[in-house]
């Protein structure tokens, strides 16, 4: 018989821990979180040397929690003592809070079909299919890297495959993408005295926006500014690399413009991720965005009743949940749904209102406002 649970949060990373907590909060027993590898998986595998944008402050006894927590009674800050964590310092984080409120995470399981069978979903996993009544898909973007996107890109390294910068061999490295993964790549390879030319289509110094998604943040703006050596690092903006191909010697990086780069080591490739979407593409529909289509009031998958989707991968017109600070105020938004739907008081869930991790209303996002 397939065991079968009434809610199943698939991924234990910020969205799936977060969405758990709140229906902790409201006494909702019959969950669990299925989780590939172990809680926080995508942080223990940033390279070493990233360390959050967002800054962590324990702010919360006044009203306004810590930037990167994610229940408005937790504090990053105040757990790690630190301002801008490594992702191993917030997995920990998110270990602790995991322990503390006994979230029931199955470890190890990898979900890697769904489908809908009359009213519940049969989960296929590496611990054979499971079903439920609803499903939160929260298995996040990072183990989803983007690494098919020009002819030969698959000569590059992706940023999310890199253990470490420090351990990388070589004195000269060539990085494809200048927003924030990239220019976390150059100044912690030129930091470590190696010359970096970085190239993007866009001029990311000069894009401002209220919008952190949008432009690079202040954080790393102080980090180039602080390099002891910043003729380690070239720029070129304005065209993108079209392929990359594999020569004897180096690689040769071919711009859309004409002109052409040599590499002896293998480039690196900064250029975002897919989505772990790909995964329920049977149950989906996508705007011309490719985006998934949501219930902007509920985050529920338009066409696939009390199937809902948390994490980076929310969009709501120019609305991009992509930071934690963002993405964690839908988290009660999908636990109150539920429990409407279950008919379980959803009172307890005005303190994520307070704590202002309860946006129910999107307006506030739309345009160039900040969010
Ligand atoms: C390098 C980098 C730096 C970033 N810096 C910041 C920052 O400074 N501030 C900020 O707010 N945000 C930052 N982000 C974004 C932030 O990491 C995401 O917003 C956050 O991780 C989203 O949490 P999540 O739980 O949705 O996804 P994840 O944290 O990716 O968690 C998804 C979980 O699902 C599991 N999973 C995946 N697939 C499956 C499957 N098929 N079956 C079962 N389990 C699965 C994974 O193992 C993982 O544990 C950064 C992201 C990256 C990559």
Redesign the pocket.
Known sequence: MKKSYKIII???????LGIACCLRELGIKEYVI????SV????KH?PKE?R???PSFTSNAFGIPDL?AITPLTSPALTLQTEHPTGLEYAQYLEILAKKYKLPVKKG????RIEKQEQKYILQTTAGDIEAEYVIF??????YPNKNIFKGSQHATHT?TIPEYKKLIGEKFTIIGGYE?GIDAACALAGYGKKVTVIDSQNRFETTSDDPSLALSPRTRDRLKQLSNPELLTVQYGSPVTEIKQEKLDYKIVLANGTTLRSVTRPILAAGFAT?TI?IENLITRDEKQNTILDPLTDEVVGSPNLYL???MVHHGDAIF????K?RQRYAVIASSIAKKLGVDTTPLEQYRRYQMFLDDLSCCEGSCGC
């Not at 399981?109 to 890697?112: A, K, N, P």
């Not at 929260?138 to 183990?143: D, H, I, R, V």
């Open positions: 698939v991924g234990a990373g910020a969205s799936g299925l989780e590939r590898d926080g998986a995508a942080f940033w990233t959050f944008i967002t990167n399981i990898e979900v890697f929260a298995a996040g973007e990072f183990f999310a993964s772990s995964l948390s994490g980076p992509c930071f934690i600070y993405n």
